[in-house]
């Protein structure tokens, strides 16, 4: 009877997951309570209070999460942040230390053992940490005797090209400038960051496009805009903020249109965090129309709309295309609308999982609009068709002429807050010319010319051994990365990994052969130098660079700032340079005044840094000025919808984050806005797709991915049934990266395909 009763419970009983309903709104007195429970469980009252109550403030710093902008003029006292934000300070401030005692007691294969949730919550890195050759346990060495040994690993090395040295989205202008400015000093181009994963697409196609990487829109252009088209993004997890912008926008009467496999609860539903009047109202609806799109159908759904745009012109000309607009600023658009001919509608549509008559409703409200911005994020940039993805964007924003006019046009929304800065500075393995001659005028050196290493060849050149010495500054590069054990072999294959880091991650326990761990201040630290204390600046994902200035204490004594950290290392390297690098860290404003003489937009840098609010670099496509592009307009391009044809057992998967995660920090074990608690290893699937496997809920599976005839294996996930689109699943991010061929990549961008894994289920 007691058996009976057992096998008679629901399948959640038998396992540490539970199920909440999917909530109806976003943000909220649930976000705002889970908000202050991680800040003061974390970092105490006291503390924590000190904390919220400076992060993204005018004299503040700047969150180290996302990089949503915060307001020019006025911002809120009472939450310029949002529930991520909270997690990520909170995590910065946290009262837990790993010190040489900690690594004393736990070796590096039992924290290897340990989830990544467990590892980031151990709490701030304390003192340089060595791992000697053969050794179990990090033990404590002088920053003096680190940086020696740095020296002399990177001197020895036959070529400088066999250094590797990554950049994570983290880091500041000045750190940014500095650590690439020792990098070519050395000899080498080898920059790779983490845009290589996540943006690189949009950096390419738009640059090919309008003539500049980054997007063209501001904060403001949002209460001004009649449409948003939001794809491929989840604002409500990853940059809770953006919905504040998209309030304004349905405040002044503007539209909402959402494109995604998932639906998104902060899409749908929006509760004003700032507002404690708010709070218990209905909220404020967002999406106006969700199409709920299959993963990777977004060419062909855009081409389905471009070619009844033409129609409609061709019934009634002049209603649609802005042909002005065309004539005068674009370049293309016969050849355009010629390979647009080339394709059916009948051919596109299954590729959608949509109806055609979703789709006419999705084209009207595009024809009826003329000031319309597009927001995306991962969902289109992590494919193999990534570039022709966003230049189908392009392609459609021109013909409206919705770019280069208030309320309108590009916003790809990047994700850590300063990784548009970080490009900016340099940290790319494929400088321009100009910037180079620039750097050898204002310094005095030759600067190496041949192109570097992206993340992906400069995982491969490890796995062959050709890259020896890997240097991060910042990030937890093997939770970021794909290929997991393709990538975890790289690292090992190095003579020395080098983690400059603020907490304890994964990376520092897949090692090379030697490693050190160099803790560096976080964002909301005090940073003092000779000079007195310091400041150091942040640019956003809409070109605002504005300064960030910590408030508490060092978590440690032994601390360094990243600017010195890499001074030092370049002072122990370069024996024939002419940078007085300890002297430029003893004062921030001499890195500026460098960093004034060496790239444009950055005229009296060290006066207008100090202005309220920073001030915006300039924006060539947001001035409707696409002179930089190789034909001197805007380009229409040709673009190729998605190749992959699904076996008949085959679905395709793509890789997500949890609403308690950013990147790939894992701050719980709860995703609240799609109802699952305590448990990272599901796999979201279409309950057709479930009846016709043979699965049930909750039923353990292994993941087996296909790429040219080679097989990868990610074990043990649990079935959810979720509203998706058939032959389409979903997963978390890093577990699933194991997943993600290392030549499964986007043309053009070389950015990992994270977004379409063919998979087979096997049920265990």
């Known amino acids: 009877m007691s058996n009976q009763k057992t096998n008679e419970q629901p399948p959640e009983k038998l396992t540490g997951i539970k199920f909440t309903q999917v909530p109806k709104k976003a943000v909220g007195t649930k976000a705002i309570k889970s908000a202050l429970k991680h800040v003061f469980t974390e970092a105490g009252i006291v503390k924590g209070i000190k904390l919220l109550k400076n992060v993204n403030q005018f004299k503040g710093f700047d969150c180290p999460g996302c990089a949503w902008p915060d307001p020019d003029e006025k911002r809120a006292f009472l939450a310029e942040y949002c529930e991520n934000g909270a997690k990520a300070v909170a995590e910065e401030g946290s009262k837990n230390k790993v010190s040489p005692l900690f690594f004393a007691t736990h070796s590096v294969e039992q924290l290897s053992q340990w989830s990544d949730y467990e590892i980031g919550k151990s709490g701030r890195i304390t003192h340089p940490m060595f791992l000697r050759e053969g050794s179990s346990h990090y033990e ?12 002399t690993s990177l001197n020895k090395l036959p070529s400088p090209d066999d250094a590797i040295f990554y950049t994570s989205g983290r880091t500041s202008n000045e750190a940014a400038f500095l650590y690439q400015l020792f990098v ?18 949009s950096g390419s196609a738009l640059s090919e496009t309008l003539g500049i990487g980054k997007g063209s829109v501001t904060l403001d252009d949002f209460s001004h805009a009649d449409l948003v088209i939001v794809m491929g993004q989840n604002p409500g997890t990853n940059h809770p903020r953006m919905l504040t912008a998209l309030k304004e926008t349905k405040k002044n009467g503007g539209k909402i249109m959402t494109i995604n496999p998932l639906p998104e609860v902060g899409l749908m539903n929006y509760i004003d965090p700032q507002n404690p009047l708010k709070w218990f109202g209905a909220g ?9 799109v299959k993963i990777n159908g977004d060419v062909a759904l855009l081409k389905i709309i471009l070619k009844l745009m033409k129609e409609r012109e061709k019934e009634q000309p002049n209603t649609v295309f802005n042909h002005q607009f065309i004539k005068e600023k674009t370049h293309g658009f016969d050849d355009f609308i010629a390979n647009l001919e080339t394709y059916t509608i009948a ?14 409703k999705a084209t009207e409200l595009i024809i009826a609009n003329n000031k319309i911005i597009v927001c995306w994020a991962m969902g289109l940039t992590q ?7 966003i230049r189908e964007v392009v392609n459609l924003l021109l013909l409206k002429g919705s770019i280069g006019k208030k309320g309108a046009g590009t916003c790809p929304v990047r994700g850590h807050s300063n990784v548009q800065g970080d490009r900016t500075m340099g940290i790319w393995e494929r400088p321009k010319a100009a910037f ?6 204002a310094f005095s050196f030759k600067a190496p010319r041949k192109h570097g290493y992206d993340v992906v ?10 890259g020896k010495v890997f240097v991060a500054l910042g990030g937890n590069f093997i939770s970021a990365t794909p290929d997991t054990e393709f990538t975890a072999q790289a690292l090992r294959n190095c003579s020395l990994t080098v983690q400059i880091s603020t907490k304890l991650n994964r990376s520092h326990l897949i090692h090379g052969k030697q490693a050190l761990i160099l803790p560096c201040l976080g964002r909301s ?6 000079s007195g204390e310091q400041f150091v600046s942040i640019e956003n994902s809409m070109g605002v660079v504005q300064q960030s200035r910590g408030y508490l204490s060092p978590s440690s004594s032994h601390l360094l700032s990243e600017p010195v950290i890499i001074a030092k290392m370049a002072a122990a390297t370069l024996k024939q340079t002419k940078v007085k690098w300890l002297e430029l860290v003893s004062n921030y404003n001499f890195i500026r005044d460098k960093i004034e003489a060496t790239i444009s937009g950055f005229d009296n840098y060290n006066e207008k840094i100090r202005q309220k609010g920073g001030f915006y670099l300039p924006n060539t496509a947001r001035a409707n000025n696409f002179t930089p592009t190789h034909t001197g307009k805007a380009n229409f391009t040709n673009n190729k919808p998605s190749d992959i044809e699904l076996e008949d057992n085959q679905l395709m998967l793509m890789t997500i984050r949890t609403h308690d995660q950013y990147n790939t920090t894992i701050y719980g074990l709860n995703d609240r806005y799609r109802g699952v608690l305590n448990e990272r290893r599901v796999l979201f699937m279409n309950l057709q797709d479930m009846k016709k496997q043979q699965l049930k809920k909750l039923d353990k599976v292994n993941l087996i991915s296909h790429f040219n005839k080679e097989k990868r294996v990610a074990k043990g996930f649990l079935v959810v049934p979720y509203d998706i689109p058939q032959q389409c699943t979903a997963t978390y991010f890093p577990e699933a990266n194991v997943l993600v061929p290392i030549k499964s990549k986007a043309r053009i961008s070389n950015t990992p395909a994270s977004k379409t894994v063919v998979i087979t289920v096997e049920k265990v």
Do not use: Y
């Open 140 to 151: 404590e060495i002088s920053w003096e005797d680190a940086f020696k040994l740095i020296g």
């Open 184 to 201: 070519r000093q050395f000899g080498t181009n080898n920059l790779p960051d983490c845009s290589n994963m996540c943006h690189e697409s």
């Open 284 to 292: 404020q609806d967002l999406t106006d129309l969700f199409l709920q």
């Open 347 to 360: 051919e596109l549509l299954p590729q959608t999982g949509l109806s055609l008559e979703e789709i006419k």
């Open 383 to 389: 494919h193999k068709n990534a570039v022709d993805n």
């Open 436 to 441: 180079l001659d620039a750097l050898e005028m």
């Open 457 to 466: 060849t400069a995982i491969e050149a490890m796995h062959k051994e050709a």
């Open 525 to 530: 630290e005090k940073d003092v130098q000779t």
